[in-house]
């Protein structure tokens, strides 16, 4: 696949100071977790991205590293306000399901630093603010009360899960499936995914190795929510789900990856197929309490 573009499924991928590919886990870092938050922002928290979140993205991730020109990072900010809001929610890599849990960038700045780089307290202020206002819109709710204190808040829901699923995870369903090699070889008009993938590359590994996808999968939640997503749509109810969004986002070549090579989307596709019996036979043994040790920690 094109070198330029899986800044589709990517996180924040080599950059301009040093390589931006995610590395294992850590407490303060995350994701990369799908639209998975039902419909669309657009109303009050685009009006809060516009005039708060914008001009501190400029600042701190437009300088030369993230701008839409760059051709060796993922390009989630604008040039001008205008095209700034749809192009950084475009990217499901860097806002996540719009948690401080899941939104990667927020995670990588916060505690930081990040290529040197942190948010100030008012910078998190506004940047927490504006992901609030995106989870309510996109839940379909209209207001902002809080949740009662014994109810998980959205950014405390999707790290306890993203934590539970990595010990659900198992190595012999890897195998069985044939996952890695299923794929490494997904075609695209440019390749197959392995070409820039193989070793998780621009945050997305497509790797023809089923012990290694396994392990990175399961210890690195950036690569693994390439493939999985947490749903927090209903918080009475929030659950992880293939990211199957992600991808045929990608894959279509929707905004703002028109230049990312197109692939197959369909749920019938070979890898695409393997993704949903992988999710099958992790949310099963999610239902019956049969998973292991969670390898990321909350």
């Known amino acids: 696949m094109s070198i330029r573009y899986l800044l589709a499924a990517a996180l924040f991928a080599g950059g301009c100071v040093g390589d931006l590919t995610p590395v294992a886990d850590d407490d303060g870092d995350d994701d990369v977790t799908p639209d998975a938050g039902g419909g669309g922002g657009g109303g009050l928290a685009r009006q809060m991205f516009e005039s708060d979140v914008f001009p501190i993205l400029s600042a701190k991730c437009g300088a030369g590293c993230h701008l839409t020109t760059s051709a060796s990072s993922t390009p989630f900010v604008a040039a001008a306000v205008g095209t700034a809001y749809v192009t950084?929610?475009?990217?499901?890599?860097?806002?996540?399901?719009?948690?401080t849990t899941g939104a990667a960038m927020y995670t990588l700045l916060v505690p930081g630093p990040h290529q040197a780089r942190t948010f100030t307290a008012d910078e998190q202020m506004k940047v927490s603010a504006w992901l609030a206002q995106e989870v309510t819109e996109r839940s379909g709710g209209g207001g902002g009360e809080d949740p009662p204190p014994t109810e998980e808040t959205p950014a405390q829901a999707t790290a306890r899960l993203i934590s539970e699923w990595s010990g659900c995870l198992k190595l012999e369903d890897f195998t069985a499936l044939n996952f890695g090699p299923s794929w490494a070889n997904k075609g695209s008009n440019q390749g197959n995914c392995e070409q820039c993938?193989?070793?998780?590359a621009y945050g997305f590994k497509a790797a023809d190795d089923n012990t290694g996808m396994y392990e990175t999968l399961s210890t690195n939640k950036y690569y693994m929510m390439a493939y999985f997503?947490?749903?927090?749509?209903d918080l009475a109810n929030p659950k992880m789900v293939p990211n199957f969004t992600n991808f045929q986002r990608v894959g279509l070549r929707q905004v703002p990856h028109q230049e990312h090579p197109s692939f197959n989307t369909n749920l019938n596709d070979n890898a695409m197929q393997k993704l949903q019996q992988l999710y099958d036979l992790t949310m099963g043994y999610k239902t019956a309490g049969t998973c292991g040790t969670p390898r990321i920690p909350q």
């Open 229 to 233: 997503a947490v749903d927090i749509s």
């Open 88 to 99: 950084a929610t475009g990217f499901d890599s860097v806002v996540g399901n719009y948690t």
């Open 197 to 200: 993938h193989s070793t998780g």
